[in-house]
């Protein structure tokens, strides 16, 4: 199975709400990465978080990272149409040279 | 105006032909990556330069090709001993120091009957 795996596949929501997504893996990992993918387009990469690091910021967006749970989470405050899209997480090896793997996704839907 | 460029945007082919696929970066970026992702799924990679003239494979290599004489280009080709190569195609590129904060093309959608 995949180093990182989302949950939910699928979320939709009322614009205005915040939206949570969650993230597994497996390995031990140096960073995790989030990464937004509209529909038939390429990835957007939104966020990085290191392994020494428990929390991120960035505008709308708030990522966790629980290492000893081997999760993580992004969260979308005050969502809007235009965050509808795919969202993954992606993390890389600790060991062993260049290695990331991608989770299958969150589909994320904001209703207007 | 800078940027990841992939074309054509879709291309069709018949079973037994190889076909190449294209990716241009002006960002003056070190690495390069190409990425297969399939419906439904997150995506796999094929083939990943850090240096011009120099290529690693990825998970899924097999039936694929790619060169890397120039900074800017690194192309794939995949060849007609891919089994399944009906797929969604992305290029990436990053800074050496920055290998997991990848900017992405638009993608090629890769149809094969």
């Known amino acids: 199975s995949q180093q990182g795996e989302e949950d939910p596949q699928a979320l939709s929501i009322q614009e205005g709400e915040n939206a949570t997504m969650n993230c597994s893996y497996k390995t031990s990992i140096n960073n995790l990465q989030w990464y937004r993918q509209n529909s038939g387009r390429g990835l957007v990469h939104l966020i990085l978080i290191r392994s020494n690091e428990r929390e991120k910021h960035s505008g709308r967006l708030r990522v966790t990272l629980d290492t000893s749970k081997k999760s993580s989470s992004l969260l979308i405050t005050a969502s809007r149409a235009a965050d509808t899209a795919s969202y993954f997480c992606?993390?890389?090896?600790?060991?062993?040279?260049?290695?990331?793997?991608f989770g299958a996704g969150t589909r994320l839907f904001v209703k207007a | 105006d800078g940027g990841i460029t992939q074309s054509p945007k879709y291309l069709f082919r018949k079973e037994g032909q190889n076909v190449t696929l294209s990716c241009e970066q002006n960002?003056?970026?070190?690495?390069m990556y190409w990425y297969r992702q399939d419906p439904g799924q997150g995506l796999r990679l094929i083939y990943y330069s850090q240096i011009v003239n120099d290529f690693q494979k990825g998970d899924i290599a097999e039936g694929y090709s790619v060169s890397r004489e120039k900074k800017e280009s690194f192309p794939l080709t995949v060849t007609s001993a891919q089994k399944n190569p009906t797929a969604f195609y992305l290029c990436?590129?990053?800074?050496?120091?920055?290998?997991?904060?990848?900017?992405f093309g638009p993608g090629t959608r890769l149809t094969v009957t």
């Open positions: 992606a993390t890389d090896a600790s060991a062993g040279g260049f290695k990331t793997i």
């Open positions: 990436a590129s990053s800074i050496r120091d920055r290998l997991y904060e990848q900017y």
């Open positions: 960002l003056n970026h070190d690495a």
